[in-house]
């Protein structure tokens, strides 16, 4: 599976934006996506994932309640609204995929995209 994230830009805090994770492959639709991050001079944290089916979601506490993970495997892609944003959502985002099931362990995930970056201004 191979993996393209996009929709990153700048936008002001309390705005929103939504990132797209296409990926080519007919065997996406049996893997589980997550979505992580990186901000400047720290290390990669997982924000959201969804099961393969779409049926389960799960979330870091610190974006729950603003972002939202959803995935339409007809189209093989999978996206997260991010909604009031923060200056510190400011990171570069990664999708991934997962044989094993939505989870936020970063090196149990098969293959990356290469990134799309987001940037809040306050």
């Known amino acids: 599976v191979q993996l393209q994230a996009s929709g990153g830009g700048l936008v002001q805090a309390g705005g929103s934006l939504r990132l797209s994770c296409a990926a080519s492959?007919?065997?996406?639709?049996?893997?589980?996506t997550g979505w992580f991050r990186q901000a400047p001079r720290k290390e990669r944290e997982f924000v959201a994932a969804?099961?393969?089916?779409?049926?389960?979601?799960y979330y870091a506490d610190s974006v729950k309640g603003r972002f939202t993970i959803s995935r339409d495997n007809a189209k093989n892609t999978v996206y997260l609204q991010m909604n009031s944003l923060k200056p510190e959502d400011t990171a570069v985002y990664y999708c991934?995929?997962?044989?094993?099931?939505?989870?936020?362990?970063?090196?149990?995930?098969?293959?990356w995209g290469q990134g799309t970056q987001v940037t809040v201004s306050s």
């Open positions: 991934a995929v997962s044989a094993l099931g939505p989870r936020a362990v970063q090196h149990e995930y098969d293959a």
């Open positions: 492959g007919r065997t996406f639709s049996m893997y589980a």
């Open positions: 969804i099961s393969w089916s779409g049926g389960s979601t």
